[in-house]
């Protein structure tokens, strides 16, 4: 899976194949967010657009817009899963009872949510399968590749490409593994971020005067092409990683062999959970590490990508995301554009520094109270 993931469905190639839809999508929201601000009541739910915007950069790169009216149960579907897979169990914490599991329903549970994303798989795959057989028979059966179940179902049609068969098993595993994996901790980053830079108007004024030099004061387009010119924003969202990881203990490990460990025995095949969180936050090696200060990043080149053990809110070593690029490219798209078309305040009285920030455990660590806020269009159009 992680091969397929890798050379495969997020090569750069393939996640640029996708900008269009980005694009486009983010278009959407920012048109969503004027309408409202042009309606009188404009307290818009940013938790809830957020998730939105990533569920449908994700579904329309995977499926096109095949989904129709299917998205909001398939979406429903893959969030069940994450929340039942995420972080601990009962069964973790006495993991030689393995009758655990059976007892107290979750393999049952389980069972049942297969079944449910199966149906709506096969519908998606017959409807995909029959879009490319006129396709093909229309264009010199040239290679259908423009969404990611193309790549899977061509994987599937020629095993020689990987050397292996990719069953429909694996097809259907991968496609709701990206659905699980990639839509909440996408929106997370960005809900998280948005906190941290209302909460901290001089981090958001900061960023905002970026962008809109980089793009015009005029108003125009925030193109994905030209993002690489901002720095600063590069910072925040790094340093909102820092404080706010989506996925705090990583993926579970096990380990292979028994090891001493700063004094403790570990012995093999030990369920390991690393706390990316904690890590993050280490006064070892962060300065006044509970504040938000991106300005830490300026002089610090301390990456993002698992070589720099002190901050990986992807993950590190063989597990480390593989959809970095596509996550970050959706992430930083849509903030660039929030900031730069709309100034934002709270509602009533509210003051940015009170701004709650308690976390909520699920599939991802996201905002425990929805980040309810008002967009002020800064363009006019
Ligand atoms: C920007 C937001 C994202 C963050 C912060 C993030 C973070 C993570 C983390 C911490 C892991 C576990 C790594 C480890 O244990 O070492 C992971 C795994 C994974 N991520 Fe992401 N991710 C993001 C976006 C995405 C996107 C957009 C996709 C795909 C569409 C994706 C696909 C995956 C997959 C498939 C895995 C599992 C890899 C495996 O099982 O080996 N992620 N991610």
Redesign the pocket.
């Known amino acids: ?2 091969k397929i ?1 890798t050379l495969e ?2 090569s750069a190639k393939r996640v640029g194949s996708f900008r269009w839809i980005r694009e486009q999508e983010v278009a959407n929201l920012v048109k969503t967010l004027r309408t409202a601000a042009h309606q009188g009541e404009p307290t818009v739910d940013l938790t809830d657009l957020a998730h939105k915007l ?1 569920g449908s950069v ?1 579904s329309k ?1 995977a499926f096109g817009s095949i989904l129709r009216g299917m998205d909001e149960t398939f979406l429903e579907v893959a969030q069940n899963f994450g929340d039942v897979t995420a972080g601990f169990r009962t069964s973790d914490l006495y993991p030689s009872l393995t009758f655990l599991p059976a007892l107290t329903g979750f393999k049952d549970k389980l069972e049942k949510m297969r079944l449910e994303a199966d149906s709506i798989f096969d519908a998606i795959i017959d409807e995909r399968r029959s879009q490319r057989s006129s396709m093909s028979s229309s264009s010199d059966g040239e290679v259908v590749e423009d969404y990611l179940l193309d790549v899977l179902l061509n994987l599937h049609e020629n095993p020689s490409r990987l050397g292996y068969p990719l069953t429909m098993e694996v097809v259907k595993a ?1 496609t709701l ?3 699980i ?3 909440e ?2 929106a ?2 960005i809900e998280w971020t948005m906190s941290e830079m209302i909460k901290h108007p001089e981090v958001m004024r900061k960023a905002q005067t970026e962008v809109r030099e980089a793009f015009g004061e005029k108003g125009g387009d925030v193109e994905e092409a030209s993002l690489h010119r901002l720095k600063y924003l590069d910072n925040v969202i790094k340093e909102s ?1 820092r404080l706010h ?3 705090p203990l ?2 579970p ?1 096990e380990n292979r062999e028994s090891v001493e460990l700063c004094g403790y025995h570990v012995p093999a095949k030990t369920k390991v959970f ?1 706390n ?1 969180w904690t890590i993050n936050r280490d006064p070892r090696y962060w300065s006044e590490a509970e504040a938000f200060c991106p300005e830490r990043f300026d002089d610090r080149v301390i990456d993002y990508k ?1 070589n720099d053990f002190q901050f ?13 690029d ?3 490219e ?2 930083k798209l849509t903030l660039a554009n929030l900031i730069f078309h709309f100034n934002w305040k709270l509602p009533g009285e509210m003051r940015p520094e009170s701004l709650d920030m308690t976390e909520r455990l699920g599939a ?1 660590v996201g905002r425990e109270y929805a980040l309810l806020v008002i967009p002020v269009p800064y363009h006019e159009n």
């Open positions: 899976m992680r993931c469905l997020f990533s994700t790169s991968v593994e990206l659905f994996a990639g839509i901790t996408s997370k980053v990683l990881p989506p996925g990583l993926l490990r690393v990316a698992g990986i809110p992807f993950g590190a070593g063989r597990r480390i995301c593989p959809g970095f596509f996550g970050v959706v992430v991802s």
